[in-house]
C-alpha cells in the first residue's frame, strides 16, 4: 500500500489484516475510536502499532483505568496513543477480573508508562509484571487499601 | 576518615524554595556531580479524582480549578470541553472567543510566573517581581470578569458562567498594549545576560526521540524540535481561526525552553489582540439547552419552565450519556487531557485528570543525571511543574 492509501486506512483495519484475531471489540463514540483486545495481545499490539511505519503511534498519552465494580470484568485500563504522523488520536482498552488483576508493564515500550502504571498499582492495585520499581507514588508507602476503588470510601477510613 | 570513596545521598524537599512546590529529590552525588536524580510525589495529594465522583458534573468546575493552581481557567476549559464533547454540545461564537481570550491571559500569568521563579532560583531576583507586576494586572482582569482573582471557576458547561462586563474588552486592550514593552524588558535583562547563557545553555539537554518516549509536552517538547501544539494539532475552542505561531526550537536545553515560553508570550499577545477584534459585542454567553444548561435568572423567575429546569439541574443535576471521552488541551505546561467515564447518571462515573506536570516531571532524571547540583535546580524549573497537577 502506497502512503496515501494507508494514511486513509482505519487503524483497525490495519490491526484486522495484520494479525485476524488482535480485535475483541470496536466502537466509536464522539468521533474516539476504542479498540478492545484481549489481555495477553496488549504488548504485540501496542508494539506493532508503535513501530508499523504507516501507524506511528509513538506517544503514550495517558493510562486510564475505571472500576466497574461490582460488574465483572471489573478493570477497564484504557491507553491513549497518539500518533504524531497521522495527526490521530486512538484508544486501546483492556479489561481485567477483579481476582486477576494483572497485566503485563508497556514500559520497555513506552517509558513514559513507568509513573501512569506505579498510580494505577497505587490507586487501583493492578500488578503490571515486568515494571522496573513498582511501588505507590501518591500515597504514602505503607498505605493500606487502593482508594480509588469503587468499595473505597469517598472518605476513607478513619 | 578513610575508606572507599561512597556516594552521598542528598535530600532535596519537600520543603525547599527551589522545588517550586512540595516536591521530593533524592539525589546520589559523587561530589558535586548528579548519578541519581528520583523524585518523590504525593505530599499534595489530595485526591481530586475520588471526590469527582461524589459531585455532578457542574460541581467538579470548581475542584478542576485547584489541579493547576497557576493556570486554573485552563483546567476549567479542559473539563468543560470534555463535557460538552460527552453532551455533543455546541458553544455559542461569543463564549469561544472570550475562552480563548480567557485561556491566553492564563497562559501569560503562567509563563510570568515560571520566569519570576525560575530565574530567581537562578538568583536575578528583579525580573521575579516584575513580572509579578505583570501577574497582577492579569489578575486584576480576571477579578474584574468573574469576581475571583485566581479559582475564577469563570467557564461553565455550555459556555460562560456570567455575562462579562461591558468595558472588559476595554481593559484587557490597554493592558495588551503595554505587556510587550514589558517583555522587551525582562528579555533586556535576561536574555543576553551572560550569567543567564552560561547556567542555561547546554544544561538540561533532552533529545527528541528521548521526549516523545517519555510522552512529555508543550514548551519542554517543542524545544526539543518536535512542533505538537494541541491548538494546531486538534484545534479546540475556535482556536483555527485564529493567526498564531507555534514556537519550536532544536537546541533541547533550558536557554532553548526559555526562549520558547519568552515566545509563546508574545504569540498568546497577539491572539489576545485578535479575540479583542473577534468578539462580538451582543450575543449568548452560553449555550441554551434546556434540561442541561441552566436558564438565565430572569427566565427562571418569570416562567414557569424556567422555574422547573433551574430546580431539575440544581438539586438533581443532568444527565449525559453513558460513555467515554477523552478530549485534550494545550495548558502552558503541555499536554492537559480528562478522561471522563459516564454512566448516564448526573454523577460522572470516573473523571481522569492526565496532568501534564506529571508526565514532564519523570523526565527530570534524564536532564539531570551527569551534570552538578545546581543543574538540578535549574532542571526543575525548566520543566516548569506545578504540584497540585503533579499529585492531585
Known amino acids: 500500500m502506497d502512503s496515501q492509501e494507508i494514511a486513509k486506512t482505519a487503524v483497525a483495519d490495519q490491526l484486522k489484516a495484520w494479525d485476524s484475531r488482535a480485535i475483541a471489540g470496536l466502537s466509536e463514540f464522539r468521533g474516539e475510536v476504542t479498540i478492545v483486545i484481549l489481555r495477553d495481545h496488549l504488548v504485540p499490539v501496542l508494539d506493532y502499532m508503535k513501530r508499523e511505519l504507516g501507524l506511528g503511534f509513538t506517544f503514550l498519552s495517558d493510562i486510564t483505568v475505571v472500576d466497574r465494580f461490582p460488574l465483572e470484568p471489573r478493570f477497564e485500563l484504557n491507553y491513549a496513543l497518539l500518533s504524531l504522523a497521522r495527526k490521530e488520536r486512538i484508544r486501546i482498552k483492556v479489561k481485567l477480573h477483579g481476582q486477576e488483576a494483572k497485566i503485563a508493564s508497556v514500559t520497555p515500550l513506552f517509558p513514559t508508562a513507568n509513573w501512569h502504571e506505579r498510580e494505577s498499582f497505587d490507586l487501583f492495585g493492578i500488578h503490571f509484571e515486568g515494571h522496573p520499581q513498582l511501588r505507590r507514588i501518591v500515597m504514602p508507602d505503607d498505605w493500606q487499601g487502593y482508594p480509588l476503588r469503587k468499595d473505597y470510601p469517598t472518605e476513607g477510613y478513619r | ?392
Not at chain 2, 572507599?4 to 546520589?28: C, D, F, K, W, Y
Not at chain 2, 518523590?40 to 471526590?51: C, M
Not at chain 2, 424556567?306 to 449525559?320: R, S
Not at chain 2, 551527569?370 to 506545578?386: E, K, P, Q, Y
Open chain 2, 1 to 392: 576518615m578513610t575508606g572507599p570513596a561512597q556516594p552521598m545521598v542528598l535530600n532535596m524537599g519537600p520543603q525547599h524554595p527551589s522545588t517550586h512546590g512540595v516536591l521530593r529529590v533524592i539525589l546520589e552525588l559523587d561530589g558535586e556531580t548528579v548519578l541519581k536524580a528520583e523524585s518523590v510525589i504525593g505530599y499534595l495529594h489530595t485526591g481530586i479524582e475520588k471526590s469527582c465522583e461524589a459531585k455532578t458534573y457542574s460541581q467538579v468546575i470548581t475542584l478542576t480549578d485547584r489541579i493547576d493552581y497557576l493556570a486554573p481557567l485552563s483546567n476549567n476549559l479542559a473539563y468543560c470541553i470534555a463535557v460538552e464533547k460527552l453532551l455533543n454540545l455546541e458553544i455559542p461564537k461569543r463564549a469561544q472567543y472570550i475562552r480563548v481570550l480567557l485561556t491566553e491571559l492564563t497562559r501569560i500569568a503562567s509563563h510570568l510566573v515560571w520566569l519570576g521563579t525560575h530565574a530567581i532560583d537562578m538568583g536575578a531576583m528583579s525580573v521575579f517581581l516584575y513580572g509579578f507586576r505583570e501577574r497582577e494586572e492579569i489578575l486584576k482582569v480576571f477579578e474584574y470578569v468573574s469576581g475571583q482573582r485566581m479559582m475564577t471557576s469563570y467557564f461553565r458547561i455550555g459556555g460562560l458562567a456570567l455575562e462579562p462586563p461591558p468595558d472588559f474588552l476595554d481593559r484587557v486592550r490597554r493592558l495588551m498594549e503595554i505587556l510587550p514593552g514589558r517583555i522587551d524588558d525582562y528579555e533586556d535583562l535576561l536574555t543576553e545576560n551572560k550569567i543567564w547563557k552560561a547556567r542555561m545553555i547546554g544544561v538540561g539537554h533532552l533529545a527528541p526521540a528521548d521526549a516523545i518516549a517519555l510522552g512529555v509536552s508543550g514548551p519542554l517538547l517543542r524545544a526539543s524540535g518536535v512542533d505538537y501544539d494541541i491548538r494546531k494539532m486538534f484545534p479546540y475552542s475556535s482556536y483555527d481561526e485564529f493567526d498564531f505561531k507555534v514556537p519550536v526550537r532544536t537546541e533541547g536545553d533550558c536557554y532553548a525552553r526559555y526562549l520558547c515560553r519568552v515566545a509563546e508570550i508574545r504569540e498568546s499577545i497577539k491572539i489576545v489582540n485578535q479575540a479583542i477584534q473577534k468578539v462580538p459585542l451582543e450575543g449568548p454567553f452560553r449555550a441554551n439547552v434546556p434540561g442541561i444548561i441552566p436558564p438565565s435568572r430572569e427566565e427562571m423567575k418569570t416562567s414557569i419552565e424556567g422555574l422547573i429546569y433551574h430546580f431539575k439541574i440544581f438539586t438533581e443535576g443532568f444527565a449525559p450519556p453513558p460513555g467515554e471521552v477523552y478530549s485534550c488541551i494545550e495548558s502552558p505546561r503541555g499536554e492537559l487531557g480528562v478522561f471522563i467515564a459516564s454512566d448516564g447518571s448526573a454523577k460522572p462515573y470516573r473523571v481522569k485528570f492526565r496532568t501534564p506536570s506529571f508526565v514532564n516531571l519523570q523526565s527530570l532524571p534524564t536532564l539531570c543525571v551527569g551534570r552538578l547540583l545546581a543543574d538540578v535546580v535549574a532542571c526543575i524549573g525548566t520543566t516548569d511543574i506545578v504540584l497540585g497537577e503533579v499529585d492531585r
